[in-house]
Every structure is written in structure tokens, then in C-alpha cells.
């Protein structure tokens, strides 16, 4: 079943968002858009940012078990990951539909209902990033505006979050944000797939021309995303992307190369 390391991992039965205050998010200061005091067991609707609000309205239809509402705010790759652990225990097979395995989420055991505070802590036009503590745990909600609409992402668990310096021990062993970083300029698109690999440790997921999209290898978490486009026909290569908008300025540092190469 999904993990709350994990891209698809425990649903929130939700409560809702309830006010929204502080400064936006362009300013770089921290905005809540729940006040806690109000939301547990709330299932009261009320406006808060585009964002906070796309979020509330994909936990509400899981709570309400509605697969065809949760499942058109999701992000693409959200819904492949959900159908990979679909597969995994006999839920899905390759093409399925969304709707067929969504309840994947809300039958998950670590399910969590009660939702204590959400905050928007980065936001661009493209993405955004949303600090979800729950009664059991803090989650990180990657979320972004697809086909002119915001949609869930990915989300991750901040009580797992591994070592230190962020380099190992992310979800299933996975390389961390610290080392994609570090490595990222030294990938090129001469390499081979093993090679980049090996310089940037084992991916988040990967697309393949079953999955109906461009095949490709990706590491991603929270504001980190890297991408290598593969061709279809002989796996080499094509382009390395990466989503540098949402990147502090450390992080930037680091990273001389070019968003796009190829």
C-alpha cells in the first residue's frame, strides 16, 4: 500500500481550510491558511488561496469517497505513481483508468483525519508548496497548475525526512535533494542512463511509452524537481530539464548549468 515517503501515500480525511492570512507568498514570509483552532473534525467549506483551496477540495472527495473529483486534481504524475502501487497488489493494470484505484487512498491503514494547520510556504505560477500538519505526522504538498488548474503533485512525509544532509535515506533508500543537487551539473546528455543514475542515485519514478507519455527518469521532492527524457526507441538520452523557479538561493548557487540541455 502507499507510504507517507511515498508520492501518493496516506489520505487526509480532510477538514477544511478555513481562513487565510498573513502576506503572499511572493513576499517570502510564511502564510497560514487554517486556523487551527477551528479545523479539527470541520468539514466546513470556506475560501482561502487558490492553492489551499485546490488541496481542500481534493481531500474532501477522498473523505467522501468521490474517485472521479479526487482523481481530476491530481497531477499526472500523481495518478501514475497511485497506479504503479496499484499494480503492486493487484488493484490496476497498466492503462487503467484513475477512478479504478483511487480508493487506494482512503483505504490506506495510516489513514488521517484530522488536519491541524496548513500553511503555503512557496508559490510561484507554476507550483507550490504547502506545510500539512496532521494529528499524526507533518507532510510536505507539492502542488501545480496544470491545464489551468492547481493539482496535487506529490506529497511527503517530514517525519521521515532521513539523514541530515539530505544526500541518503529518503523513501525506499532513494537519493535526497542534497545529492540530485550536488550531481545535476555533472549529468550530461552524452551519458547513458546507468550513468546518470549512478551520479544521481536511484529515481523518484520513471515515465515509459506505456504510461502514454515522453519516457523519462525523475527526481523530485517537495521544490526539487530534475528530469531526463529518454528516447522511446533505444533508451538513450535526449534532454536533462531542471525546475530551478522554485529554488532558494543556496540551491541556485550550486547550480551553474543550464535549466535545459540537450
Not at 506529497?155 to 539530505?166: H, K, L, W
Not at 525506499?172 to 546518470?196: F, K, L, N
Request: hydrophobic content about 40%; charged content about 25%.
Amino acid at each position: 500500500m502507499p507510504q507517507w515517503s511515498r508520492l501518493p501515500s496516506t489520505v487526509f480525511a480532510v477538514v477544511l481550510l478555513l481562513s487565510a492570512c498573513g502576506k503572499d507568498s511572493d513576499t517570502g514570509e510564511r502564510r497560514n491558511v487554517v486556523d487551527a483552532s477551528r479545523t479539527t473534525g470541520s468539514t466546513e467549506e470556506v475560501a482561502g488561496s487558490a492553492v489551499a483551496d485546490a488541496y481542500a477540495a481534493w481531500v474532501e472527495a477522498l473523505a467522501r469517497h468521490d474517485a472521479a473529483a479526487a482523481c481530476a486534481l491530481q497531477a499526472p504524475e500523481f495518478t501514475i505513481e497511485l497506479r504503479y502501487e496499484a499494480i503492486l497488489v493487484d488493484r490496476a493494470e497498466l492503462g487503467d483508468p484513475c477512478t479504478g484505484f483511487e480508493a487506494l487512498l482512503w483505504e490506506d491503514p495510516e489513514f488521517d483525519s484530522e488536519v491541524v494547520d496548513v500553511a503555503v510556504t512557496q508559490e510561484t505560477e507554476e507550483d507550490a508548496i504547502l506545510d500539512v500538519q496532521l494529528a499524526s505526522r507533518d507532510v510536505t504538498v507539492r502542488m501545480v497548475y496544470h491545464r489551468a488548474r492547481w493539482r496535487v503533485f506529490s506529497i511527503a512525509d517530514r517525519t521521515e525526512a532521513g539523514t541530515d544532509d539530505g544526500t541518503e535515506g529518503g523513501p525506499d533508500g532513494e537519493a535526497g535533494p542534497a545529492r540530485w543537487v550536488a550531481a545535476w551539473c555533472a549529468v550530461s546528455p552524452d551519458q547513458t542512463r546507468d550513468e546518470i543514475v549512478g551520479l544521481m542515485g536511484p529515481p523518484s519514478g520513471e515515465y515509459t511509452v506505456a504510461d502514454g507519455g515522453e519516457p523519462q527518469l525523475w527526481w523530485a521532492r517537495d521544490q526539487y524537481d530534475f528530469r531526463v527524457y529518454l528516447d522511446p526507441v533505444d533508451g538513450s538520452v535526449l534532454e536533462l530539464v531542471g525546475d530551478y523557479d522554485a529554488l532558494g538561493a543556496d540551491d541556485r548557487a550550486l547550480l551553474p548549468c543550464p535549466e535545459l540541455r540537450n
